[in-house]
Nanobody, 118 residues
Framework: QVQLVESGGGLVQAGGSLRLSCAAS????????MAWYRQTPGKQRELVAT???????DYADSVKGRFTISRDNAKNTVYLQMNSLKPEDTAVYYC????????????WGQGTQVTVSS
């Protein structure tokens, strides 16, 4: 059974930093691409950052230069380091893993709230 558990959210002032973690189980973690998304009430879930099994990364324009995604395959964990946070970064942050070869399945964590005060 695939399970993702996020942690590290909280309340921070604008300009501050947070590091989110997402611990995975039930998969061969190193084989799978991971991603962080975020969602605010009334809006669609937005892709924030991705990392492949080969450690290639990509970011939404809104977070480039401020956020860094990384993974530790020994700990089955993906991270999102968030610096220079802005009030518009306030959202529930979710991690996602994509599993499969011919057919792909996405699994999501439960989310962690990030609130940035001005």
């Amino acid at each position: 059974q695939v399970q993702l558990v996020e942690s590290g959210g909280g309340l921070v002032q604008a300009g501050g930093s947070l590091r989110l973690s997402c611990a995975a189980s039930g998969i061969i973690f190193s084989n799978n691409p991971m991603a962080w998304y975020r969602q605010t009430p009334g809006k669609q879930r937005e892709l924030v950052a991705t990392i492949t099994s080969g450690d290639s990364t990509d970011y939404a324009d809104s977070v480039k230069g401020r956020f860094t995604i990384s993974r530790d395959n020994a700990k089955n964990t993906v991270y999102l380091q968030m610096n220079s946070l802005k009030p518009e970064d306030t959202a529930v942050y979710y991690c996602k893993v994509t599993v499969g070869s011919l057919v792909f399945y996405n699994y999501w964590g439960q989310g962690t709230q990030v609130t940035v005060s001005s």
